[in-house]
């Protein structure tokens, strides 16, 4: 397989490129028009994605290898190859970008882009100080000077998108007693960590000297871990409910556990339920409301305490109270009638007869089962 050095002069996405036909339409996304950068620098040509399954396709003036294969017309004809490119050359080991200057067109490359890419015996190190670099390496892809590598320990495996997303399969990193990372506390070394991070956070704005990911920092986390410690910093770690037992502090507890780590989170089913189990405790705690909004809501537990888990006055239970009301209500109307027949020697006594009838009106009056709410129930 002869493999041939080729510079990306275009890339069609979708059907507004200029070159959508040329590749086959649909069955051509992913195509790149390219110009062979050794030997016959006229040659030019449409190259293919080689992977099925993995997209990452250049940017403008990224360098890729290509090769030529059988073509999808193979069965017709076997001898018909067309060329495919696999992703692009590290040149500049950035993860963001590796275009480089217009090698056949501007021979005098600006002196901003000379300081740029700085040329050494030892190779190219290209360090992008300002905002730009001036390469246009798309239509809407933006150069930002700022977008740092990942730091890479011992037995890591990394992906890294072009802006500061990642999913890092790495462990716990230990040298002469120090953990180098900060997910590499309370943990011994090879433990294994998962993390993924979308976004790299404010941590400078020198974009060529690696980072490693900070769950604080970084504007989405997911970590999976196995033993590590993660210094998380956590809005709201009050747990003055609980009687005995509380939970440790998400930033000193070591062992299995999944963190998520953004700015909002949203859970949601579309088809079936939403399940929270516990072998211990579910803790909710926040520094403003918990809101409960539902159709109906269902308790069952042993004990509720409100307002405090040393809360120690009981509550009523209604449809029983009432019950309990009513007999009273019913005593006291049978010795208020008592009283209006009440006599002596002169005949009925007026004083407890007035005051029988009063009070017997405003019994009456009295409505009970007002007390109880049509929306709330208790056991």
Known sequence: MDFKV?????????????????V??????GSIYFQIVKGNYKSRGFAKPYFP??????????????????SPDIQENNFKEVF????????????????IPNIFENKDIPESQQRDYKQTEAGSVRRVEDRSSDIKLGNTF??????????????????????????RFGSTIILNNKPLTT??????????????RNGQGDKGSVGYIPTIE?????????????????PITVASSNYFSYKENPPADPDTYNGKQVIINSGRLIFNTTEDHLLLTSTKSISLSSLSNINIDASEVIMQTNKIYLGSKNANEQLVLGNTAVAQLEEIVDILKTLLNACK????????????KGVADALTTRLNSINLKAMLSNSNYTA
Do not use: C, M
């Not at 399954?53 to 059988?70: A, D, W």
């Not at 590598?149 to 802006?163: C, T, Y």
């Open 6 to 22: 080729a510079i990306v002069k275009d890339i069609v996405l979708d059907d507004t490129s200029k070159y959508f036909t040329n």
């Open 24 to 29: 086959g339409e649909y069955n051509g996304i």
């Open 53 to 70: 399954n993995i997209s990452n396709y250049p940017l403008l003036e990224e360098l890729v290898y290509i090769f030529s294969l059988p």
């Open 84 to 99: 495919y490119y696999i992703t692009p050359l590290n040149i500049w080991n950035s993860n963001h970008h590796n275009g």
């Open 142 to 167: 933006e150069e930002r000077s700022n977008i740092k590598p990942l730091r890479k320990f011992e037995g890591d495996f990394v992906l890294e998108g072009r802006l500061g997303n990642s999913i």
């Open 183 to 196: 997910w590499s506390t309370g943990s011994s070394a090879g433990d294994p960590i998962l993390l993924i």
């Open 214 to 230: 900070d769950i604080n920092l970084d504007p989405s986390s997911i970590y999976l871990t196995s033993t590590q410690k993660i």
């Open 341 to 352: 027949l009440a006599a002596n020697s002169g005949g009925p006594v007026a004083s407890l």
